[in-house]
């Protein structure tokens, strides 16, 4: 079963940084695409930042300049460096892997549990 596991999420005051992680486990051939969507209360989810296997990365305008995403394919991880975070940023931060599965090469978009990030002063 191919698990996603993020970690790094918390309080931080406004301007201030977080950086999370998401590490894939399980019985994958590859991993496709990788990133983050957030939800904050009472809105809709959206794409914070995406990135290729190849490291292209993609962000939403409000992360441009602030957030850098990135990831370690010998480790199956994707990274959100999140910097000058301001209040608005505050959601539910979810990763996702596109997977190829080893079992069958059936391709599946699989999402991690989420994390908290809250900024507030």
């Known amino acids: 079963q191919v698990q996603l596991v993020e970690s790094g999420g918390g309080l931080v005051q406004p301007g201030g940084s977080l950086r999370l992680s998401c590490a894939v486990s399980g019985n994958i051939f590859s991993i496709n695409a990788m990133g983050w969507y957030r939800q904050a209360p009472g809105k809709e989810r959206e794409l914070v930042a995406g990135?290729?296997?190849?490291?292209?990365?993609n962000y939403v305008d409000s992360a441009k300049g602030r957030f850098t995403i990135s990831r370690d394919n010998a480790k199956n991880t994707v990274y959100l460096q999140m910097n000058s975070l301001k209040p608005e940023d505050t959601a539910v931060y979810y990763c996702?892997?596109?997977?190829?599965?080893?079992?069958?090469?059936?391709?599946?978009?699989?999402w991690g549990q989420g994390t908290q990030v809250t900024v507030s002063s």
């Open positions: 990135i290729s296997r190849g490291g292209t990365p």
């Open positions: 996702y892997a596109n997977v190829i599965q080893k079992l069958d090469y059936s391709s599946e978009r699989i």
